[in-house]
């Protein structure tokens, strides 16, 4: 029973792109290995400190499949919150998020970034990555190349000073784990 | 005569210039044109007489009528004449005149008209697709977004002086695009500009313009997966050297791409703030939808409309737009009713016409549809009607969207503190004895050229279009009349010229009183704004020549035998008396007045009646010797 086993982790770890165990920068939790880090298809993340239910995609850049980007999108009462993380190399391994820039977006460093948005086409706010704060992170744990599906989390500071009283001047995205499959566009 | 101001031609008929025929099909393809023609459309400046149009669109034998509300001479040597289609079902109509090329649009009821120059004496009369598209988030939402302050509402009559640069920034695939749809990017600029201050105009927002400016920069880096968010953010740093070049206050991003629900995207600001002012709007909607009015509304921090108003929007606060939802005399509650005749405000938001949903109207509610849905050219504004129906609300669900524009329009103009040199004018209430018409000159900022001294002209006449029919009135930075040269319409053009002889110069249409002109309330309150004069009664004596060209002006009348008892007082606009005298007989009934010693300029002979009454007649000396 033990050799079926040793078969069958085998067997996975040739469909899955190997990951190495190398020590993240900016990492506390252990590395799950062989349990899904949450259900496919789905992301879990808390906002300031709260549960953000929001709905999340991820899609390969275009005729790239080297690179994917997440997007995730909620309401909070009826403004629209517009989460994305780009530029993330479609390979295991551990990224600092930085802030994003005219011409940063293609160097394989993820950035993100939040808008709040009323009723389609009012930006009341964007909230982009204060770099100021340090652990500021997204890890891939696995990646299957065959499937297109990407396990990994992610931990993001953002800040946005705003007018709006009753918007927040930062947000906080921690504890985040994601286990989606990407699309192709 | 007004069914040639179209002249139509086939495909076949007609001699294309290079590029044309390609263009032709383009549009013939896109999804967004219901019809293309080829045309030959009448100059507006020789068709128009007063100010009033009349024309055919072809194929269809109904007649519109257009009174002109907005001529101006734009500082690119463009000349514009934008007006109001007074005839059943009501509109808009644009036409520009820039190069050499004409350039325009007709909104007609639900049909807008796009006019793009193929070459200097033919266009295409495009008929736009503006079938309801679906895009989602229009329904009403239940839960109400947090607001910032109340809605304090007090009307905004703030009338300071405001020229707002907003520059475009187009992607070079971008150009390409506009270029051939439109035959010219500086044409659909002036297009985009125009509808802003047309609405500006209809909404009662006065002394307040958007001058607008262009340019291509490439190399953007848009977002993977186009997202309209990201992209606007990136867009403000993106924009940076070019707004500081331009001098420009609020930024536009033109680009090619087609992004997913949206037509524009804008920042909100809740009060002026030089960082968001930033907006994304896509060529397929910048015009016929007005998507650029409407986002550069936001830039303003005006909002759509209330849930009231079928939106999505319950912030109390007071820059809402406006739905008008006649549900008509004595509805049901229980059946589901066919709203027709409903129109929006420019900030308000499509709907989908499939859609049933409740409407609250004095506390009932009742299922409505919206079947009409036609963007009217206007900001909500309580103290403006459209078809006899308020566009905004001063009680309750307060919308007034001018109000906001009013408000903010000159901070906003100085979010960039370079200035180039501007004029405007205003004058004092229309109905006192006189009227004083005052420039506003702004100088450039240095080394910009338009320095001072400056020297400001002052003309009027009937059509708006100035040039040879113009007369002088005459200069100073300060005009006054003793009474109107025209009335119930005439235009005023303030001209002024620098010391390094840079002409920059504002026309606007004084509009007093129905015939006869008294001070009766117009139809459309406006805030501080043309109400009419009284000045005329039926005259007893009639002048000629006018304007005089030599040295006398000659007064008739059949009532020959009072005449020898007549005296007369010429003043000038001022009021100043100028000369007087008894005048002499040239023959029969026929005196003359000498006024050789006049120079050119607006004056008024006042004749003195024997029974002690006065008669007041102006003239004008014209001499061009």
Redesign the interface.
């Known amino acids: 029973m033990k050799d079926l086993f040793m078969s069958i982790a085998i067997a996975l770890l040739a469909l899955t792109t190997s990951c190495s165990k190398s020590k993240p920068e900016a990492l506390v939790d252990p590395i799950p290995v062989d349990t899904a880090i949450t259900e496919l298809g789905t992301v879990s993340v808390l906002k300031n400190g709260e549960p953000w239910n929001a709905s999340f995609y991820a899609k390969y850049y275009i005729n790239n499949l080297g690179r994917f980007f997440i997007s995730g999108k909620g309401f909070n009462n009826s403004l629209e919150e517009r989460f994305s993380v780009i530029d993330i190399p479609a390979k295991c391994g551990n990224y600092l998020i930085e802030r994003s820039g005219l011409w940063n977006g293609n160097n394989n460093i993820p950035q993100a970034g939040l808008g709040i948005i009323l009723d389609l086409d009012q930006e009341l706010n964007y909230y982009s990555v204060d770099t100021t704060r340090a652990n500021q992170y997204l890890e891939i744990l696995r990646y299957d190349s065959v499937n297109h599906i990407v396990e990994g989390r992610f931990q993001t500071f953002l800040e946005g000073p705003t007018d709006y009283s009753f918007l927040p001047d930062s947000v906080a995205l921690t504890e985040g784990k994601f286990h989606l499959k990407i699309e192709k566009q | 005569m007004f069914a040639q101001f179209f002249t139509e031609y086939q495909s076949n008929q007609f001699q294309w210039p290079s590029g044309g025929l390609t263009r032709y099909q383009k549009l013939q393809d896109t999804t967004f044109s219901k019809s293309v023609k080829i045309v030959s459309t009448e100059d507006v400046r020789t068709a128009q007489s007063n100010g009033l149009l009349s024309f055919q669109l072809p194929g269809d034998t109904s007649t519109l009528q257009v009174e002109a509300s907005l001529i101006s001479e734009d500082p690119t040597t463009a000349f514009i004449w934008s007006g109001k289609i007074t005839s059943a079902p009501g509109g808009y109509v644009t036409f520009i005149y820039l190069d050499g090329k004409t350039a325009g649009f007709i909104h007609s009821g639900k049909d807008f008209y796009e006019i793009s120059p193929i070459d200097s004496n033919h266009q295409f009369l495009v008929k736009r697709n503006n079938d309801y598209n679906g895009?989602g988030?229009?329904e009403t939402?239940e839960?109400?977004?947090?607001?910032?302050d109340d809605c304090l509402y007090e009307p905004s009559d703030n009338t300071c002086p405001a020229l707002i640069t907003v520059l475009l920034i187009l992607t070079p695939e971008a150009q390409d695009s506009i270029e051939n749809k439109y035959g010219s990017v500086d044409l659909f600029a002036l297009l985009g500009q125009t509808s802003v201050n047309m609405a500006f105009w209809n909404s009662d927002i006065p002394n307040k313009e958007i001058r607008v400016k262009w340019v291509t920069k490439d190399s953007f880096?848009f977002?993977?997966?186009l997202?309209y968010?990201?992209d606007?953010?990136?867009f403000k740093?993106?924009a940076e050297p070019e707004r500081k070049d331009n001098n420009a206050d609020l930024v536009v991003f033109v680009p090619h791409v087609d992004y997913e629900?949206?037509g524009?995207?804008?920042?909100?600001?809740?009060?002026p703030?030089p960082a968001r002012a930033f907006s994304i709007v896509e060529i397929n909607y910048f015009l016929n939808e007005y998507v650029l009015a409407?986002?550069l509304g936001?830039n303003f921090g005006c909002?759509?409309n209330w849930p009231l108003d079928y939106?999505?929007?319950?912030?109390d606060v007071c820059s809402h737009g406006k739905r008008y939802i006649p549900l008509g005399p004595n509805p049901q509650q229980g059946p589901i009713h066919d709203i027709e005749g409903s129109w929006r405000t420019m900030m308000a938001?499509p709907v989908d016409p499939e859609v049933t949903f409740i409407y609250t109207f004095d506390g009932l509610d009742y299922s409505v549809k919206i079947i009409t849905n036609e963007v009217i050219l206007h900001y909500s504004n309580p103290a403006v009607s459209y078809e006899g129906e308020p566009t905004g609300r001063a009680l309750g669900k307060v919308a007034d969207n001018a109000g906001r524009i009013r408000n903010v329009g000159c901070e906003i103009s100085e979010y960039d503190d370079v200035s180039e040199l501007a004029v405007n004018f205003s004058m004092t209430d229309l109905c006192t004895d006189s009227v004083i018409f005052t420039s506003f000159i702004t100088a450039p900022t240095s080394p910009l050229p338009g320095v001072a001294p400056y020297t400001v002209y002052w003309f009027w006449n009937t059509t708006g279009i100035f040039g040879s029919s113009q007369q002088f009135l005459g200069t100073g930075d300060t005009l006054t009349l003793l009474a109107h040269p025209e009335c119930p319409v005439y235009w005023v053009k303030c001209a002024v010229v620098s010391d390094d002889n840079v002409v920059v110069s504002r026309i606007k249409k004084i509009t007093l009183a129905q015939v006869p002109c008294s001070c009766n309330e117009e139809e459309r309150p406006a805030r501080g704004r043309e109400v009419p004069k009284s000045i005329s009664k039926a005259p007893s004596f009639s002048i000629f020549p006018n304007p005089v060209a030599q040295g006398t002006l000659f007064v008739q009348t059949d009532e020959f035998l009072s005449l020898k008892t007549v005296a007369y007082k010429i003043t000038d606009v001022g009021g100043r008396e100028i000369s007087n005298g008894i005048p002499e007989t040239f023959s029969g009934s026929i005196l003359s007045v000498p006024v050789a010693g006049l120079a050119n300029g607006l004056y008024f002979l006042n004749l003195l009646l024997p029974e002690g009454t006065q008669e007041i007649h102006k003239f004008i000396i014209n001499k061009t010797y």
């Open positions: 895009s988030g229009c939402e839960e109400e977004p947090p607001g910032d880096p977002s993977p997966g997202d968010v990201a606007l953010t990136t740093t993106f629900e949206i524009g995207y804008a920042n909100l600001p809740i009060s703030d409407h986002e936001h909002r759509h939106g999505d929007d319950n912030t938001i």
